[in-house]
C-alpha cells in the first residue's frame, strides 16, 4: 500500500493544496491552512479496498406521503426564514459569529416545537447541561419535553438519537465541536467536520429527522468554518448582527426547498429573541428628521420591503487625501457614486471627507440604495435638511442615469403604511400603486435630483426671505 500521504487544507474554504502556504488562493484567507490526514476522512478515502456494493430498492415518485413535508414551528420570523418550516429529512446549517445568539434561537424554536407535541433533541457540544438548563429557564423553555444531551463524539450522537421514536427534530451544537473515530485529524479541522456532519446528513436523510447544524464563523481559521459544509446541507441559514445593537437578522443564503432571499428579524432582549414583525419601525425609531444628510431608503429584503435611514456626513478635510468610512454599505460603490456626482452633476467632494452609515447597524446589499445615499450626501454637503416624509430608492450608473429597480410598488406601499407622503423614484418605474394619494416624483438622471435637492435650498431661501 502506498504510503499514507497528508494534505494541506485550507480550513476556511475546504481548498487543497500540495504544500503548506501562509495563504489560500482558494479564500484569499491568511494562516488557515493545517495539515491533515486524508485517508482518516469520509469513506476511508481510495487507499481501503472498496466493499461489495448492496442494492437498493428502487421505488416510483408517485408515493404516499405520510406526514406533512414541513415542521413549521410558529415561530413566524424563523419559518420565513425557512420557507415556512423545517423539512423532514433534511439538514440546516444555522451559521454566525460566536455569541450572535445561535444558541438561544435553537433553545426557543426547540421549545416551540416541543410544546406542539414534536420529539426534539438538542445535542450541545459546548456547554454542559446544567448551562443549557440555565438558559432554558431564562428562556422560559424549561417546562417543555426538549431532550438533552452533552456530548460531541460522532458515533455516541448516532448510537444516542436513533434509540426510541424518532426524533422530528435534532439539533447539533455545534459542528465545530464534533468528533469522530473513523477520522484521525483533530477536532474542529476541515476532515473531523467533515465527516460528522456527512453521519448527521445521513442520519436526517434515512430517518427523517430534521437536522439542525450549528456552525461558528471563525475569523482566525483556528477551526473549520461553516462554508466547508455549505454545500453538503439542503439550507443554509446566517444569524447576523452588530454587538452594538440588540436587532439580530436570519439570513437564508441557501434553501433546496424554499426561497434564498428571505430574512428574519430579531430583536435580543433579556427572556431571549423577540420576533420583529415590522423592521422598519425599528430601523427608522430614532430619526431626526431635520438634519441634513439623512435620508429614507426604501429597500426590500426578498419579498418583504424595509425602511432604513441612511446618513452622510461631509465636511472640508484638513488632510492630504480625504477620507472614505462607509459602515454598512459596499465602499467600492460609494466611490462610484462619488465619481459620478463629480463628473456629472458638478458636486465637488475631492476636498472634503464623506463618512456614510446606515441606521440601526443595518446592511444593504442593494444597488437601489444609490439615490438614497446620493441624496444623503448632497444633503449633507449643502447643508440642507431632505423633506421629513420622503423615500428614495433607484439605481444610479456611471454614465449617471437612474435606472429602474423592482418592486416599485411594494416600496411605495411599505412608505405610505409608515406614514411617508412622497418618493423620489426613478422615471420610467413601472407599476405604480393604483389609487395612491403619494406625491411619486420621478427622476431620470442623477444631476436632475442634485438640481431638485439644490432647489428646494433656493426655495426655502426664498420662502424664508418672503416670510
Ligand atoms: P448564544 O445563543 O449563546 O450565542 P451563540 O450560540 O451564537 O454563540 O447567545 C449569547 C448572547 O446572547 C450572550 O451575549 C447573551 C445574550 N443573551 C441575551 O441577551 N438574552 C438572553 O435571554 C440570552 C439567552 C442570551
Ligand atoms: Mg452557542
Known amino acids: 500500500m502506498a504510503k499514507a500521504k497528508t494534505q494541506f487544507i485550507c480550513q476556511n474554504c475546504g481548498t487543497v493544496h500540495s504544500r503548506w502556504a501562509g495563504k489560500c488562493d482558494g479564500c484569499g484567507e491568511w494562516n488557515t491552512i493545517v495539515e491533515e490526514d486524508p485517508m482518516g476522512g469520509i469513506g476511508g478515502g481510495p487507499g481501503k479496498t472498496p466493499k461489495k456494493g448492496r ?4 421505488t416510483a415518485l408517485s408515493g404516499e406521503i405520510e406526514e406533512a413535508p414541513r415542521i413549521p414551528t410558529g415561530m413566524a420570523e424563523l419559518d420565513r426564514a425557512t420557507g415556512g418550516g423545517f423539512v423532514r429529512g433534511s439538514a440546516v446549517l444555522i451559521g454566525g459569529d460566536p455569541g450572535i445568539g445561535k444558541s438561544t434561537l435553537l433553545m426557543q424554536a426547540a421549545a416551540a416545537l416541543s410544546r406542539k407535541g414534536h420529539r426534539v433533541i438538542y445535542v450541545s457540544g459546548e456547554e454542559a447541561v446544567a448551562q443549557v438548563r440555565l438558559r432554558a429557564q431564562r428562556l422560559g423553555a424549561a417546562e417543555t419535553d426538549v431532550l438533552l444531551a452533552a ?3 460522532v458515533e455516541d450522537i448516532l448510537a444516542t438519537i436513533s434509540e426510541g421514536k424518532r ?4 439539533i447539533i451544537d455545534s459542528i465545530q465541536t464534533l468528533w469522530s473515530d473513523t477520522a484521525d485529524s483533530a477536532p474542529g479541522t476541515v476532515t473531523q467536520v467533515r465527516t460528522g456532519v ?7 436523510k434515512q430517518t427523517g429527522a430534521t437536522m439542525v447544524l450549528v456552525g461558528h464563523v471563525t475569523k482566525e481559521g483556528q477551526i473549520a468554518g461553516p462554508r466547508v459544509v ?5 439550507a443554509v441559514l446566517y444569524f447576523e448582527g452588530d454587538r452594538g445593537h440588540h436587532y439580530r437578522i436570519l439570513r437564508t443564503v441557501k434553501n433546496r426547498f424554499g426561497p434564498t432571499d428571505e430574512i428574519g428579524v430579531f430583536e435580543m432582549s433579556d427572556k431571549g429573541l423577540r420576533e420583529v414583525a415590522n423592521p422598519s419601525e425599528l430601523f427608522l425609531g430614532e430619526r431626526n428628521e431635520k438634519a441634513p444628510g439623512a435620508a429614507v431608503f426604501a429597500g426590500m429584503e426578498g419579498t418583504r420591503p424595509i425602511l432604513v435611514e441612511v446618513q452622510a456626513l461631509v465636511a472640508a478635510t484638513s488632510l492630504g487625501t480625504p477620507r472614505r468610512a462607509v459602515v454598512g454599505w459596499d465602499s467600492s460603490r460609494l466611490a462610484m457614486i462619488l465619481a459620478v456626482l463629480e463628473a456629472h452633476c458638478g458636486v465637488r467632494l475631492g476636498q472634503h471627507d464623506v463618512y456614510l452609515n446606515v441606521a440601526g447597524g443595518y446592511r444593504i446589499s442593494e444597488p437601489a440604495a444609490d439615490m438614497a445615499i446620493a441624496s444623503a450626501l448632497v444633503s449633507s454637503l449643502a447643508g440642507l435638511a431632505l423633506p421629513a416624509d420622503c423615500v428614495y430608492f433607484g439605481e444610479v450608473s456611471l454614465s449617471g442615469a ?3 429597480v423592482s418592486h416599485t410598488a411594494q416600496r411605495l406601499k411599505e412608505a405610505e403604511k409608515l406614514g411617508f407622503s412622497a418618493a423620489v423614484l426613478p422615471a420610467a418605474s413601472a407599476e405604480l400603486p393604483k389609487g395612491s394619494t403619494g406625491k411619486w416624483r420621478e427622476v431620470d438622471s442623477l444631476p436632475d435630483l442634485v438640481a431638485r435637492i439644490a432647489g428646494s435650498r433656493l426655495k426655502a431661501r426664498n420662502d424664508q426671505e418672503d416670510g
Not at 55 to 58: C, D, N, R
Open 55 to 58: 442494492a437498493v430498492t428502487l
Open 402 to 404: 437612474v435606472r429602474p
Open 230 to 234: 455549505e454545500h453538503m446541507v439542503d
Open 198 to 204: 456527512q453521519a448527521m446528513i445521513r442520519f436526517a
Open 151 to 153: 456530548e460531541t463524539n
Open 167 to 170: 426524533p422530528d427534530l435534532v
